[in-house]
């Protein structure tokens, strides 16, 4: 039976590094097929999202050139440039965000950017408002000029510069609330208040969000007596 493989199997000779001695190794020397992999060619589906057309209201201003887009309105003016996977169109009071072509990246920029589009007008118009909460024996916050002074618990207390087209209000030294126009920033600096003492799980102690669940944790139970 060793006889009849010799045709298909080729004999290389290795020498052992441990005894010194040639050792007979069969090696197949019949070439392989190359296996193919098929592409499946995936269909881009349009977004729930993105086909939502965008009412604007009567006391927004809308200027659209080419891919950039300016809304104006009673509470302040925000811009944004669109990359070329979508385009905006205005067809009367109504702002629709498109495709302008059918790939994956495409699908994921749609539903974003009306997202985003949306937020634009809604926040020239009507505006956002972002409200915190400190829970803590002895933290408060209080307004001093154009700065928001915290007392978290530090030896020092903590202040933040109010940034621009933000205004922020203090209630009962313990309640913040964040307002403006553009949601994007509201949501930063809130995130940035938030950071500087998160709620901890076990007396639920630190700064969160008004409508923020913290989930408690149970502490070590002492020894049985």
């Known amino acids: ?12 000779n290795f020498r052992s590094v441990f005894l010194g001695e040639t050792s007979g190794m069969h090696v197949c ?3 392989t097929t190359r296996l193919g992999f098929l592409r499946k060619a995936i269909e881009c589906k349009e977004s729930r999202i993105g086909k939502n057309p965008i009412e604007v209201p009567s006391n927004v201003t809308i200027l659209l ?16 440039t669109y990359p070329r996977e979508v385009k905006v169109e205005r067809q009367d009071s109504v702002l629709k965000v498109t495709k302008a ?17 949306d ?7 009507k505006g956002f408002d972002k409200k915190l909460q400190l829970v803590g024996v002895g933290y408060r916050a209080l307004l001093e000029g154009n700065e928001l002074v915290l007392n978290l618990g530090f030896s020092h207390p903590v202040k933040m510069p109010i940034p621009d087209g933000i205004q922020v209000k203090v209630e ?11 949601k994007c920033a509201i949501g930063q600096f809130a ?16 700064v969160k969000y008004a409508d923020e669940i913290v989930r408690r944790k149970e502490g070590k139970a002492g020894k049985k007596k």
Request: with cysteine.
């Open 191 to 206: 995130a940035s208040i938030r950071k500087w003492r998160p709620p901890e799980p076990y007396k639920g102690k630190g």
């Open 119 to 125: 937020n634009m007008v809604v926040g020239v118009s």
């Open 1 to 12: 039976m060793a006889s009849s493989l010799t045709g298909s199997f080729q004999t290389c």
């Open 172 to 182: 009962e030294n313990t309640r913040i609330t964040v307002s403006g126009y553009d």
């Open 29 to 31: 020397s019949t070439p």
């Open 101 to 117: 072509m059918d790939t994956r990246r495409a699908n994921q920029m749609h539903g974003l950017f009306r997202t985003l589009t």
């Open 65 to 80: 050139e080419g891919q950039d887009l300016k809304v104006k309105g009673p509470l302040g003016e925000l811009s944004r």
